[in-house]
């Protein structure tokens, strides 16, 4: 299983980005897709993560960020609205397929002041 981010970019403050994570494979029986980010020296923090018995957002992207998918396109969506500069990092997208966790390369965020 292969995930391909892409999307980020650099944007102003109070600016929008969406991420999109695209599978090589079909996402339709996925039991988690999630959307994490790491600022070098920093450890890698959840941003956003679906299951089926819900979503969880960091309390720092809520009212800001969605996550969302498209089957028919096998894609892993992060909308980021209202964007700040603490949001700036390399978000990383990552499914977990019959109990295996499969991650993303990683797309760059930066957003300017």
């Known amino acids: 299983v292969q995930l391909q981010a892409s999307g980020g970019g650099l944007v102003q403050t109070g600016g929008s980005l969406r991420l999109s994570c695209v599978a090589s494979?079909?996402?339709?029986?996925?039991?988690?897709m999630g959307w994490y980010r790491q600022v070098l020296g920093k450890r890698r923090e959840l941003v956003a993560r679906?299951?089926?018995?819900?979503?969880n957002y960091a309390d720092s992207v809520k009212g800001r960020f969605t996550i969302s998918r498209d089957n028919a396109k096998n894609t892993v969506y992060l909308q980021m609205n209202n964007l700040k500069p603490e949001d700036s990092a390399v978000y990383f997208c990552?499914?977990?397929?019959?109990?295996?966790?499969?991650w993303g390369q990683g797309t760059l965020v930066t957003v300017s002041s």
């Open positions: 990552t499914i977990n397929l019959n109990y295996k966790d499969f």
């Open positions: 494979v079909s996402i339709v029986n996925i039991d988690a």
């Open positions: 679906a299951t089926v018995y819900g979503t």
